[in-house]
C-alpha cells in the first residue's frame, strides 16, 4: 500500500506537468490567433484569391454598419445598414443618393436592421419581388415584414 506521502506528490506533480501543458499551449495558441486577428484590412489590394477564374472588385463603399444584401436582378443590389434601418439601392454599379426604403429600428446591441430576403414568382416573372425585411422596431419588438418594390423605369412603387 502506497503511503499519502507518495499519492500527494505524484498527483502534485501531474497537476503541475499538466497545469505547465495548458499554460504552454495557451502562450503559443495565443500568439498565433492574435496574429491573425491583429491584421485589420486597411484596403482591398489585401485580399488575396486562390481560385485564378474569380476575381474581386469592389462596387462601393462607406456603408454605415452594413449587414445583408440582395439581388434584386443582375443590375440591382439592395444593401440593409443595421443602425440606420436604411435600404440602400445600388444600380448598375452605382448607390443610389436616397435610400430605397428608411425603417425605424431600435439599433441598441443585437438590434436594428439585422436580414433581408427577396422573391421572386417563378410563374409570373413579369411579377414584382417581395422584399423581406427582418429588424426590432423602435418598440423592440422583433419584425418581419415584406414589401413589394416594383421597378418602373427610373423609380420603385414600394407598396405595403
Known amino acids: 500500500m502506497q503511503s499519502l506521502s507518495s499519492i500527494v506528490s ?3 506533480f501531474i497537476f503541475l506537468i499538466s497545469f ?8 503559443v495558441c495565443s500568439g498565433d490567433v492574435s496574429s491573425v486577428y491583429a491584421k485589420k484590412l486597411k ?3 489585401v ?13 462601393v463603399s462607406g456603408f454605415a454598419f452594413p449587414t445583408g444584401m440582395a439581388f434584386v436582378d443582375p443590375d ?7 443602425n440606420t ?3 440602400i439601392q445600388i444600380r448598375n454599379g452605382t448607390e443610389m443618393k436616397e435610400p430605397l426604403l428608411d425603417v425605424n429600428v431600435a439599433n441598441m446591441s ?9 422573391s421572386h414568382n417563378n410563374n409570373n416573372v413579369s411579377a414584382p419581388p417581395y422584399v423581406f425585411l427582418y429588424y426590432t422596431e423602435t418598440e423592440g419588438k422583433m419584425v418581419l415584414k415584406y414589401w413589394v418594390i416594383d ?7 414600394i407598396t405595403h
Open 10 to 12: 505524484r498527483s502534485t
Open 47 to 59: 485580399i488575396s484569391i486562390i481560385e485564378p477564374g474569380l476575381t474581386f472588385q469592389p462596387l
Open 76 to 82: 440591382n443590389i439592395l444593401v440593409i445598414e443595421k
Open 20 to 27: 505547465l501543458v495548458i499554460v504552454v499551449s495557451v502562450v
Open 43 to 45: 484596403s482591398y489590394e
Open 85 to 87: 434601418g436604411r435600404v
Open 110 to 118: 443585437e438590434r436594428g436592421l439585422l436580414g433581408i430576403a427577396i
Open 151 to 157: 421597378y418602373t423605369g427610373m423609380s420603385w412603387l
